[in-house]
């Protein structure tokens, strides 16, 4: 049975269909409208085109920058402001003609390395999404656990763990508080960290040039990331225990992030022997779109099981 996923992100859209096997038979992207009817209609179109290709109505799952609200029925929490209020999943189920799954789009990144990528196999999986932001997911025995609030798995939005005398006066986070894990992973915070320490401008790719180039500076920067992604993923591990931590989003191409991680974790956790590995995820940046074609796929499946069991 093919399946259709959709990436709604701030900047761009994009839609893959996979077969029963999890091959793509589709993949595309568009420029995301920044505004609700144009990004509805552009995934009706998207929609339709995979239908056509595919020859039938596939489930849809549709991952975003946000979530939806248990209380409401509408979008939370999404940094793409103009979906914020708005009953995504039944306008979209409306104008596709089907039931569809509308999830974080951290959790399908998750949900994406559990099925067939680096946690496949493992029965506890945490999904780091490292980019512009700092989020997660979290799945159980191939499930997605959202929590009653549907916020399970937001880490960055914790204090970073066992601060450092001058990590205690990091700048007010977009949520509000003050020094979020999110205000030292995620890309800004690395740039910005590198010119407080050297008074550089540099991007994180000549950070990261700069480091293989054996710059002093550039060495440390990188350091002190794995130290604070150490710190903060062991506040996790504590308390959740995963068989398997996978990195996604674009920080987690820094040169041997996963390995340098892993190796730092263990003088953190609460334990006489360290033994959670960190993993780059193995689907790239397609991980995303293909998490949410399985959550479309899952979520039919629950369906159909609840109308036989009733």
Same mark, same amino acid.
């Given at each position: 049975?093919?399946?259709?996923?959709?990436?709604?992100?701030?900047?761009?859209?994009?839609?893959?269909?996979?077969?029963?096997?999890?091959?793509?038979?589709?993949?595309?992207?568009?420029?995301?409208?920044?505004?609700?009817?144009?990004?509805?209609?552009?995934?009706?179109?998207?929609?339709?085109?995979?239908?056509?290709?595919?020859?039938?109505?596939?489930? %849809? =799952?549709? *991952? +975003?920058?946000?979530?939806?609200?248990? #209380?409401? &029925?509408?979008?939370?929490? @999404?940094?793409?402001?103009?979906?914020?209020?708005?009953?995504?999943?039944?306008?979209?189920?409306?104008?596709?003609?089907?039931?569809?799954?509308?999830?974080?789009?951290?959790?399908?990144?998750?949900?994406?390395?559990?099925?067939?990528?680096?946690?496949?196999?493992?029965?506890?999986?945490?999904?780091?999404?490292?980019?512009?932001? %700092? =989020?997660? *997911? +979290?799945?159980?025995?191939?499930?997605? #656990?959202? &929590?009653?609030?549907?916020? @399970?798995?937001?880490?960055?939005?914790?204090?970073?763990?066992?601060?450092?005398?001058?990590?205690?006066?990091?700048?007010?986070?977009?949520?509000?508080?003050?020094?979020?894990?999110?205000?030292?992973?995620?890309?800004?915070?690395?740039?910005?960290?590198?010119?407080?320490?050297?008074?550089?401008?540099?991007?994180?790719?000549?950070? %990261?040039?700069?480091?293989?180039?054996?710059?002093?500076?550039?060495?440390?920067?990188?350091?002190?990331?794995?130290?604070?992604?150490?710190?903060?993923?062991?506040?996790?591990?504590?308390?959740?225990?995963?068989?398997?931590?996978?990195?996604?989003?674009?920080?987690?191409?820094?040169?041997?992030?996963?390995?340098?991680?892993?190796?730092?974790?263990?003088?953190?956790?609460?334990?006489?022997?360290?033994?959670?590995?960190?993993?780059?995820?193995?689907?790239?940046?397609?991980?995303?779109?293909?998490?949410?074609?399985?959550?479309?796929?899952?979520?039919?499946?629950?369906?159909?099981?609840?109308?036989?069991?009733?």
């Amino acid at each position: 049975m093919s399946t259709i996923g959709i990436d709604l992100g701030g900047t761009k859209t994009e839609i893959i269909a996979l077969d029963d096997h999890g091959v793509e038979v589709l993949r595309r992207r568009a420029a995301t409208p920044r505004q609700y009817s144009g990004t509805l209609q552009l995934i009706e179109d998207m929609v339709a085109e995979a239908d056509r290709i595919i020859g039938r109505k596939a489930s %849809v =799952g549709v *991952g +975003i920058p946000g979530t939806i609200s248990p #209380l409401t &029925g509408q979008v939370k929490n @999404a940094n793409s402001t103009w979906l914020i209020g708005h009953a995504l999943d039944r306008d979209l189920s409306a104008r596709l003609h089907r039931p569809l799954a509308v999830m974080n789009d951290a959790n399908c990144f998750a949900l994406s390395e559990a099925t067939d990528g680096a946690g496949a196999g493992c029965k506890v999986v945490f999904g780091v999404i490292l980019g512009t932001g %700092v =989020g997660g *997911g +979290i799945v159980i025995d191939g499930r997605i #656990l959202e &929590g009653a609030q549907r916020i @399970a798995g937001e880490w960055g939005h914790n204090p970073l763990p066992w601060p450092l005398a001058e990590e205690r006066n990091e700048s007010v986070c977009y949520c509000g508080q003050r020094g979020c894990i999110e205000m030292f992973l995620s890309g800004p915070s690395l740039e910005r960290d590198h010119h407080i320490r050297s008074g550089e401008n540099r991007r994180t790719r000549e950070i %990261v040039s700069d480091a293989g180039d054996q710059h002093p500076g550039a060495i440390a920067t990188l350091e002190r990331y794995v130290q604070r992604l150490a710190r903060s993923l062991a506040g996790v591990v504590n308390i959740l225990d995963p068989d398997v931590i996978v990195l996604g989003g674009g920080l987690s191409n820094l040169p041997e992030l996963a390995p340098r991680t892993e190796a730092a974790l263990g003088q953190y956790l609460f334990t006489d022997q360290a033994i959670t590995p960190v993993r780059q995820n193995r689907h790239g940046d397609a991980s995303g779109v293909r998490g949410a074609a399985w959550l479309g796929a899952s979520a039919i499946s629950d369906q159909a099981s609840t109308f036989n069991s009733s």
